[in-house]
């Protein structure tokens, strides 16, 4: 084995083993942390990356306290914020996170504007700007209606029908006056009902036919109890008739058992016609 010269004997015994180094923390950034040692080079401590462990930086940590921060679960009230022509606005009391609904477009769904039309059943009903064709009309008025009812216009409507119009359930018009300007009228039922609803049975009011160009009419006299005529000055909105004149009758009553015969006391008014059954005897009533 070689000798050790005197100079490098005294180098080995220079060196201490086992000694103490002292770290600390040096100069501290938002992205790396300088590491100083006591007895050597020191190290600077980068940020962590998507690729490599590292320090937490400044702008991750603010990330995670945020997060921290938040309440979950936590119940938001919403509210309507800013509302134009053709934007609504909602606001909630979770933070400055407001949202502006557009309007809906052809294109994409949206909030109605405005300026909108609003369509039923394929009819646009915009009273501004519409058209209704011969299928639209169809589709509404030819399908079913909500509850089966429809009413058209209001009271301050006129509805004009063009041509034909054909019923074929009940009509009913209330209302003051019915008009029927017509050539023929044409009525199947075989009896007209007068006076419906007005004084009860056997009701004590007066009712007829006014034939208006001659101010002429017809009708029960109640006063009189008997049919009567009135030559003129009768007009269709009179409630009770001025008679000048009656209606004869001709009383023939049948023969009851045993021969005889009662006659009708109704009938007992003057000019009225009373024949006898068993004799054909004729007589006039005279009050």
Known sequence: MAAVSGALASDISAIDSNVTTNLAEGTATN?????????????TLASASTSRAGLMSKAKFDEVELNNKKVTNAATALSTGTV???????TSDGGSDDVILA????TKAGVMSATDKVKLNGIDTNANDYTLT??????????GMPSNTLAIGDANDTITIGNDLVVTGDLTV?????????????????FINLAKGLGGEKGGIDGGIVIEGQQTAFGWDESADRWAFDY?????DQTAIASDAFAVTVHKPALEEGGGATPNANYE????????PKTGDIFIYVE
């Open 103 to 106: 309007a809906a477009s052809t």
């Open 31 to 43: 992205t790396t942390v300088k590491v100083t040692s006591s007895d050597g080079t020191d190290a």
């Open 134 to 143: 011969i299928a639209d009309v169809k589709a509404v008025l030819g399908g």
């Open 232 to 236: 003129e000055g009768a007009s269709k």
């Open 174 to 190: 209330s209302g003051t006056t019915t008009t029927l300007d017509v050539t023929n009228l044409d009525i199947e039922d075989q």
């Open 269 to 276: 008014k003057d000019g009225n016609i009373y024949i006898a």
């Open 84 to 90: 134009t022509g053709t934007t609504y606005g909602i």
